[in-house]
């Protein structure tokens, strides 16, 4: 029944024919826009996330190359030579 209406109301009124084909065009122009920009956006973030990882790779590989020079530092000083830390045993006693 809303088709009936819609025909008689279009023949009746060309005028109204052409605003509602503008109006048809503008929501598939802007469907068109939304799908594109949706897939930009996508394309956006996976780079971003790609950069992401190998950003977490280099920094994962540079704490490690740490790590080992540590160990190979540690492992050249002899221990006798390392003051130890002061702990409260060995803080003077006072007399009191």
Not at 16 to 37: F, I, K, N
Not at 62 to 70: D, G, L, P, Q, Y
């Amino acid at each position: 029944m809303n088709q009936e209406i819609k025909q008689t109301t279009t023949e009746q009124n060309p005028a109204d024919a052409r605003r509602e084909a503008v109006v048809d065009s503008l929501v598939s122009l802007g469907s068109v826009w939304a799908r594109y920009g949706l897939s930009v956006g996508r394309q956006a973030l996976e780079t971003s996330a790609k950069t992401l990882e190998s950003t977490a790779k280099v920094l994962g590989a540079i704490a490690e190359s740490m790590e080992i020079k540590r160990e190979a530092e540690r492992a050249a000083t002899p221990a006798a030579s390392v003051p130890a830390e002061p702990t409260t045993i060995d803080a003077p006693k006072s007399d009191g």
